[in-house]
C-alpha cells in the first residue's frame, strides 16, 4: 500500500533505537524525509541515519535535543524546517521507564519521569501544533503510549504507568482540539517489543524471558518494524477516520491469557 508519505517530513522523537528505530526505517522505506531526535547518543544516532539513506536513498538529518526542555524542542523544529521547510507529521516516541517503589520514590525522580515522557510529548505536539496552524497545513500526530497506560502487573512502575495513562488522555485531548484545524491525532499502543533491554533480559534469563514470551497469545515479542506499521498508517489519508485512537498492538496481551 502506498501510504503517500513520500517527501513529506517526520519527526521521530528518540528515532535511532528500539521502537523508534523501527518507526524510521518504515518512514524512510516509504520516501519521507526524516528528523531523528536523540538526546545523547550522537555517534549511533548518525551511524543510523547514513544507514537509512544507504539503504533507502532518503534524506535524513539528525536533530540533538531534550523532549522535555522547551528551549530544545524549538530547536528541533528549526533544525527540522530549516533542512526540509516544513514538518508534516510529529511521531512522540521518546520517553523512559523509572522503576522505584511508592514509599521510595522521591518527588524529583516522579517530575523527571513526568518531563521524559507526558511532558515531552506535550511539548512537542504543542510545537508542531503552533507551527502547523500557523502555515494552514495538514498534519498528523502519533504518540507512541504503552500497555502499562492500561495494564501492568510490574511492581515498582507508579510514575511511569501513571504517565502512560496520561499520554492516553493528551491523544484524546489533542484530537479533540486540532482535527478542526486538520490535524489528525492518533496513537498506538505497544506491548513487548525487541530492544536492547529485552536482548539483555533474553541472554541472563532465558527462563523469565520464555514466561514473557508465553504470555502473549502469538508467542513471541513484537519488532520494531511492526509498531513502525501501523504508526505510518496512521499518520496517513489512508486512515483518515482514526480521530484520537490509541491503537492496541501488544499482540494480545490485553486479551487475558
Not at 538529518?61 to 531534550?66: E, F, S, T
Request: charge should be neutral.
Amino acid at each position: 500500500m502506498d501510504l503517500g508519505h513520500r517527501g513529506k517530513t517526520v519527526i521521530v522523537t528518540g528515532g535511532s533505537k528500539g521502537i523508534g528505530s523501527g518507526i524510521s526505517e518504515v518512514f524512510a522505506k516509504e520516501g519521507a524525509n526524516l528528523v531523528i531526535n536523540y538526546h545523547s547518543d550522537s555517534v549511533s544516532s548518525e551511524a543510523f541515519s547514513k544507514e537509512l539513506m544507504d539503504k533507502y536513498g532518503c534524506k535524513a538529518i539528525c536533530a540533538q535535543g531534550d523532549v522535555g526542555n522547551e528551549a530544545d524542542v524549538k530547536s528541533i523544529f528549526d533544525a527540522a524546517e530549516e533542512y526540509f521547510d516544513r514538518v508534516d507529521i510529529l511521531i512522540n516516541n521518546a520517553g523512559k521507564v523509572y522503576t522505584n517503589k511508592v514509599t521510595d520514590i522521591s518527588l524529583e525522580e516522579w517530575n523527571k519521569c513526568l518531563k521524559d515522557n507526558l511532558t515531552g510529548q506535550f511539548l512537542m505536539s504543542r510545537e508542531f501544533a503552533r507551527r502547523v496552524v500557523l502555515k494552514k497545513q495538514k498534519g498528523w500526530i502519533v504518540n507512541v503510549v504503552s500497555k502499562a497506560a492500561m495494564m501492568s502487573t510490574t511492581k515498582g512502575r507508579l510514575a511511569y504507568v501513571s504517565n502512560k495513562a496520561g499520554e492516553w488522555g493528551l491523544t484524546h485531548a489533542l484530537a479533540v482540539e486540532l482535527t478542526e484545524y486538520g490535524i489528525r491525532v492518533n496513537g498506538v499502543m505497544p506491548g513487548h517489543v525487541m530492544n536492547s533491554r529485552l536482548v539483555k533480559e533474553m541472554e541472563n534469563n532465558p527462563e523469565g524471558f520464555k514466561q514473557r514470551i508465553n504470555r502473549s497469545p502469538i508467542k513471541r515479542v513484537g519488532e520494531p518494524w511492526e509498531i513502525g506499521n501501523m504508526v505510518a498508517f496512521l499518520a496517513s489519508e489512508q486512515c483518515a477516520l482514526a480521530v484520537g485512537s490509541v491503537v492496541d498492538v501488544t499482540g494480545g496481551l490485553l486479551l487475558g491469557f
